[in-house]
């Protein structure tokens, strides 16, 4: 998946990443505005995993979507 477009339809990825990543509020999620590295960081910090789990996490998000 471009992330250019995950960020340019940040809106409609919203609900997808609210599901795989629960944790993550509302408020989180609109910090995040379609920024690969902000939502690495954020699941990071809310999981407590390290940025290679989170990056990975996010790399299979990406392919599925």
Do not use: C, P
Not at 21 to 47: C, F, P
């Amino acid at each position: 998946m471009n992330w250019d477009r995950i960020k340019g339809d940040w809106k409609q990825f919203k609900g997808q990443i609210k599901q795989k990543w629960g944790k993550l509020t509302d408020d989180h999620i609109d910090q995040i505005e379609g920024q690969r590295d902000q939502l690495v960081g954020k699941i990071q910090q809310q999981y407590g995993v390290s940025r290679d789990e989170a990056e990975r996490q996010v790399r299979e998000w990406e392919s599925r979507s």
